[in-house]
């Protein structure tokens, strides 16, 4: 007969000294798991409420100007600083990690209005209402000290214009930038007239974005409620898209650089795919009131915006709806936001003169983790939104605090929309069939395109 | 030509393994993929439609790196017992096994005899390194089996009816005279759990640390050792009860009664989740198999009916053992215990049916109380009324153990931990349930039935109703005339009452189309040209 018995020599199972590891032995085999479906859920649901009790967004606020916050600007070398400009002309230069102000920049006689960095961080361009553009020459700051006194630096150059400037923005990997106000013009660092000037309708252009994969191709939108692409190497505009409600700003994604979306006036941010503007991609819907700002975060998958009700929302590059919403009783009205590059936090400007700084993942520990940790954080993540769809899971991930006037404003706007529905449904139901037809959501808002 | 054959032979060559082995592969890599993966092709909404087919791809991809290292990395291979010739496996004595096999597995078998303190019973920790076994008459003991080392015996002084491990080796529960009690490692009594009563037989589900007891009339407790709170407490109403076991795969505690029926109970429902009349006479003995899908029952008829669990119908009957106590091992084997004959049945064939494998004998006259196959050992170890005896069954132990579910080189500091992680992980009491894979599902959308008339009638009113206990505001200055109250608690009443109307309206219109139609075909034909035709469309 042959006969063989499971035998197991302790020398292979264990250590063999102190300082070794434990020795780990695996089998993956379901029927050693019964009931796993049910562990899952449980650690689903622990999982969403450990996020809950770790989430603490707010890290710090830099204060220092003294009137409101009107644009920001990253610069594409130092991760760590980021520029701002207010309402009086002030224009900073902040040390995200001690949150201080590095440089103080001599800046304008009214509003700074637009802010952008050169893509090889040498240069800051700043506009403003006393319709002159100025260039400062930045590479030669220090880097930041924490009892550094605000240094004051001259201006590199000062172009003045015929009108007041309401945006900059500069080419991605070239030397053009673009202001806007009275209309779209194209300035070489070096010239001090405009190379090129764009202008289609009398209307004031309120802001532009170049497109980072494209770096002829622009954005603007103007007060006339339109959106209008330009080519720098056409001598005319390329196309023009009307909605029903003006666009505060523009983000074109950095990851898809064919896709942008607008930040609107109704409450809404929509992202459109430039090829095809006769239809939205995707309709963002959750503020209460104007977006006034919107940034993308580096990877493309999310973007931030700041509303006029005082939230900044962080909503999913495909997704209807924020994933996240951000509030404090201090910060007023918001004015812009930026996504740091590396995409773990987000600085917002408000009406409070102050800057404020937020994780990007509310419940994320920052810093170095161990690799354990990295996976832990990953295993929780995976498990809940397994079961995220199930009710008692659902209810705590879904679960965000809002202040009392945004939550009302929210059950407002619900109703109204509630109702305009049900008397559209019963205005359908009277009719004949065929003769009512809704409009999808996508293009509800769109007049027309023109080219 | 000749070449053409040459190829033809060697292609005939190859494949048959590689299919073979493809064959092999794709049975447990099924086995990982745990079910038929979503049917995409129903989907409408395309983005969903993506993101589940990334996700199923992710799901293929684990499945196979699960088989492919089950296939390679596995550190131990199983027992097997293969006779040669006219030998019959189960005419082989253990001393001849114990002659083949190495030094350390055969001392494995050996016989423990302890005369006075009568019929012992016994329970292992899941990882089959400790033993807790107790005579009737008091003693109790945990026993190391690794190292063959008594960590602790006491003498409680009492009838000791049955014991379990708790979650560790640290803790055990022993059912005595009068109630149940948990002691430690080191014999220092814990707690006396006097609401259970007198108790005959004790189960720990180990997921949920629900303690289960069960006495003689049939009265089911649940108790939670972590925070003591009584889950639940049952009248199981059947008669009297002899058996009790718990199902591993689903957390389902199953009763065998004297009338031959079964019941299968959760902690959550007064009523039973399953009767089953399984036998003529009185359940002598109950078991699961730990996939779940098999239950051995055996009655006082001196018949074995083997159980599928999804259908609740018999797959096979083994007449001729009087079993008074029966139990499953890690890859399927069944051992009966009757008298002091020991019979372990195996399934060769793959299609559930049960055949002689091996068989023991201990010294006539000793009883078998107790058969239970050791984890991840090729040991059965029966608890009889002389003491206890352990025998070698190659092919009944899991050879992999994971360190994570069970581990029988245990450190202290891994067996810390491990309590830590099972308590953060223990499954709240409702999780059990006869299908444990129904967790995370859609139930599936039932059509509902119309209401009927009183159904309606009563909906109505109970909206009526609601509407009248309404406060109005009291207005001032001259606004709360009477009649205007009136007016607005009638126009409340009539707007609760539309929805029900408009209903039953629309119910109305469909009958009478209806009627219309049979109505037609009623006329006789030459009264058919003054019915009023519907305008050509």
């Known amino acids: 007969m042959k006969v063989k018995v499971i035998s197991r020599s302790t020398d292979e199972f264990t250590r063999e000294r102190s300082q070794d590891l434990q020795r780990v032995f695996r089998n993956f085999d379901p029927k050693l798991r019964p009931q796993e479906k049910a562990v899952e859920y449980v650690r689903a649901l622990n999982a969403a409420k450990l996020e809950k009790i770790f989430a603490r967004p707010f890290i710090g606020a830099m204060d220092g100007h003294i009137d409101a916050i009107s644009c920001m600007a990253k610069n594409p070398n130092f991760l760590k600083g980021i520029f701002s400009g207010s309402m009086d002309g002030d224009i900073r230069l902040w040390d995200i990690a001690s949150r201080k102000t590095v440089c103080q920049f001599p800046g304008h006689q009214g509003a700074v209005r637009g802010l952008t960095a050169s893509t090889d961080g040498s240069t800051l361009i700043s506009c403003g209402t006393d319709c002159t553009c100025c260039l400062i020459n930045v590479l030669s700051f220090p880097s930041c000290h924490a009892d550094c006194a605000c240094l004051h630096i001259q201006a590199n150059a000062v172009y003045v214009g015929k009108n007041a400037y309401w945006a900059v923005d500069h080419q991605w990997g070239g030397d053009l930038f673009a202001t806007t106000g009275a209309r779209v013009e194209i300035w070489n660092h070096n010239r001090s007239q405009p190379v090129n000037t764009f202008e289609w309708g009398t209307d004031t252009v309120i802001s532009v974005r170049f497109n980072p994969g494209e770096p002829n191709l622009l954005a603007t939108s103007a007060s006339d409620r339109s959106i209008a692409l330009y080519d720098l190497r056409m001598s005319t505009p390329a196309r023009k898209l009307i909605m029903q409600t003006r666009t505060n700003s523009i983000a074109w994604n950095p990851m898809e650089p064919l896709n942008f979306t607008a930040a609107n006036e109704d409450c809404s941010c929509y992202s459109y795919d430039a090829r095809k503007l006769d239809e939205a991609k995707c309709v963002h819907k959750d503020h209460v009131s104007a977006v006034m700002d919107i940034d993308y975060s580096p990877t493309g998958r999310e973007f931030v915006t700041g509303s006029y009700d005082r939230t900044v929302r962080i909503f999913p590059y495909n997704g209807g709806h924020s994933r996240e919403i951000y509030h404090t009783k201090r910060m007023q009205r918001v004015f812009c936001v930026k996504f740091s590059s590396d995409a773990s936090y987000i600085i917002s400007g408000s009406d409070d003169t102050n800057l404020r700084l937020w994780k990007a993942k509310a419940s994320e520990q920052m810093g170095v983790l161990l690799p354990r940790e990295q996976k832990k954080h990953e295993y929780q993540e995976a498990v809940k939104n397994r079961y995220k769809h199930l009710p008692e899971v659902k209810r705590i991930v879904r679960h965000r605090h809002l202040p009392r006037p945004i939550y009302k404003a929210k059950e407002l706007r619900r109703t109204v929309i509630d109702a305009e529905k049900k008397k559209e449904e019963r205005r359908k139901a009277h009719s004949t069939p065929g003769s009512i037809v809704t409009e999808s959501v996508r293009k509800r808002r769109i007049i027309r395109e023109v080219e | ?537």
């Open chain 2, 1 to 537: 030509m000749g070449l053409e054959e040459e190829t033809g032979g060697s292609a005939k060559d190859v494949p048959p393994t590689e299919q073979e082995l493809s064959a092999e592969f794709d049975t447990t890599l099924q086995k990982y993929l745990r079910g038929e993966g979503a049917d995409l092709e129903a989907l409408k909404d395309k983005k969903l439609k993506g993101q589940l087919t990334v996700r199923e791809k992710l799901y293929g991809n684990s499945a196979k790196a699960a088989a492919k290292f089950e296939k390679w990395l596995m550190p131990s291979e199983g027992g097997y017992l293969e006779a040669e010739g006219i030998e019959k496996t189960w005419r082989i004595k253990q001393d001849q096994i114990t002659r083949e096999v190495d030094i350390l597995s055969s001392r494995n078998q050996y016989d423990i005899v302890l005369k006075d303190l009568g019929p012992y019973t016994l329970d292992f920790t899941p990882s089959g390194r400790y033993m807790a076994t107790a005579g009737r008459k008091g003693h109790v003991a945990i026993v190391d089996m690794k190292s063959m080392e008594l960590i602790r015996e006491m003498q409680v002084k009492e009838t000791v009816r049955d014991i379990v491990f708790l979650h560790n080796e640290t803790f055990f529960a022993v059912a005595q005279k009068k109630y149940p009690y948990i002691y430690n490692r080191d014999g220092i009594e814990l707690h006396c759990l006097k609401e259970h009563g007198a108790v005959s037989r004790l189960q720990f589900l180990k997921n949920h640390f629900l303690l289960a007891t069960v006495n003689k009339f049939g009265q089911l407790r649940y108790q939670d050792v972590t925070t003591g709170e009584m889950i639940g407490n049952f009248r199981t109403g059947l008669g009297r009860t002899e058996t009790m076991q718990v199902n591993p795969f689903n957390g389902v505690i199953a009763v065998g009664h004297s009338g031959g029926t079964v019941s299968m109970w959760k902690p959550t429902s007064a009523a039973p989740l399953v009767k089953m009349l399984c036998h003529h006479g009185p359940i002598s003995a109950l078991a699961f198999h730990p996939n779940g899908q098999l239950m051995a029952t055996c009655g006082r008829e001196k018949k074995i009916k083997i159980w599928d669990l999804r259908k609740f119908e018999v797959v096979q009957t083994i007449p001729g053992h009087h079993a008074k106590t029966l139990d499953f091992s890690q890859k399927g084997l069944l051992a009966a215990g009757t008298g002091s004959y020991a019979q372990v049945l195996g399934d060769f064939s793959g299609s559930q049916n049960y055949s002689r494998y091996m068989g023991h004998s201990i010294a006539k006259g000793y009883q078998i109380g107790k058969v239970s196959f050791r984890p991840y050992e090729d040991v059965l170890v029966m608890g009889h009324s002389m003491g206890w005896s352990s025998i070698l069954i190659p092919g009944s132990g899991e050879p992999n153990f994971d360190t994570w579910v069970a581990n029988p080189f245990e450190t202290s500091k891994q067996r810390r931990e491990k309590e830590i992680h099972t308590l953060l992980d223990k499954l709240p009491p409702e999780t059990i349930m006869l299908d444990p894979s129904k967790i995370g599902t859609v139930r599936p959308y039932k059509k509902r039935e119309k209401p009927t008339k009183e159904e309606m009638e009563a909906e109505k009113e109970a909206a009526v109703e609601a509407v009248k206990d309404i406060a109005l505001k009291k207005k001032t200055k001259g606004r709360n005339k009477t009649s205007k109250r009136v007016m607005k608690r009638k126009v409340l009443i009539d707007k609760a009452k539309k929805p029900f109307i408009e209903k039953e309206m629309q119910e109305a219109g469909k009958l009478a189309g209806k009627r219309k139609l049979g109505e037609e075909t009623e006329l006789p034909a030459s009264l058919k040209r003054f019915v009023r035709k519907k305008a050509a469309v």
